[in-house]
């Protein structure tokens, strides 16, 4: 095991450790559904800021990539509560849609943005360990991996600060709303932390690994606990050994690096399933 493989490993960690974060809230809020439809429809937006920043610029990205994200929210909202469609329907429209829009765009200014459809999906993981961060000229490692780490400590920094009001919404909504807490608002809080975790795993792992993590970890731990103190960690853990044993599978299979942790993610999830219905 080289330097490489450690560096894509702890790549692959640190982007499962935020998913399960974020993704347990999701999950808790029954909004699992809707981190799958971040997950596509922030595409338009980056594609979009790529196009106006004239290349790659960090602060345009997460922008175009926030603004997607919650625009395809609201209309997803404004479709379920205005437009009497069913909370699936309105997610399955919209996601779609937005993605469509973005691989059009994507398709149609190849030339002026640096990423591509396959690259979207599956993520280019395998060469983060070549775009290294050197300030100074000082190499400190892959500049995803400092992104990865940055995201994780964002995300679980403000689910930390905010987790006892996340916790009252989640569980009793009802109650939050009667003191003046909105669900809604919180909502698109949740929306927001998922579309910074999406755009910062976009380039590096894709949208299928992002949409895996998101729903897979915390289901298998929720299979098992039902405290969310314990459930967070089993996730970050099932999160973890999905992004390791994905990759070592990668090189001996000689396959997706991406795919193999999506598919790893998938088993973990069976085999908590299969625990979980030996108890009963």
Known sequence: ?????????????????????????LMLRRMTPMGDAVAHSVLPGV?????????????????GALTAGLTAAAIIEFLRTRGGMKPDAAIGVVFTGFFAVGVMLLTSFA???????????????????????APGGKVWGPKAFWQAAATLTLVVGALTTMFKELKLVSFDADFAQSVGMSPDVWRYILTALTSVTVVTALESVGVVLVASFLTALPAAAYLLTGRLNVLL???TLFG????????FAARVL????????ASAAGIVFL??????????
């Not at 692959?12 to 974020?22: E, H, N, P, R």
């Not at 000689?254 to 942790?261: E, F, L, P, Q, T």
Request: with cysteine; glycine share 10%; net charge negative.
């Open 111 to 133: 030339d002026a943005v640096d990423l591509d459809v396959e690259c979207v999906l599956f993520g280019e993981i395998a060469y983060a360990p070549l775009d290294v961060w």
């Open 254 to 261: 000689n396959c997706s690096i991406a795919g193999a942790m």
């Open 1 to 25: 095991m080289n330097a490489d493989d450690l560096w894509i490993v702890a790549i692959g960690g640190l982007t499962a450790a935020t998913c399960a974060w974020v993704g347990t809230f």
């Open 240 to 247: 973890i050994l999905a992004a390791t044993t994905g990759y």
């Open 47 to 63: 594609v979009g800021a790529f196009l106006l920043a004239d290349g790659r610029s960090g602060p345009a990205i997460y922008l």
């Open 271 to 280: 085999l908590a399933w299969a625990v979980c219905r030996r108890r009963r």
């Open 233 to 235: 960690a089993l996730a």
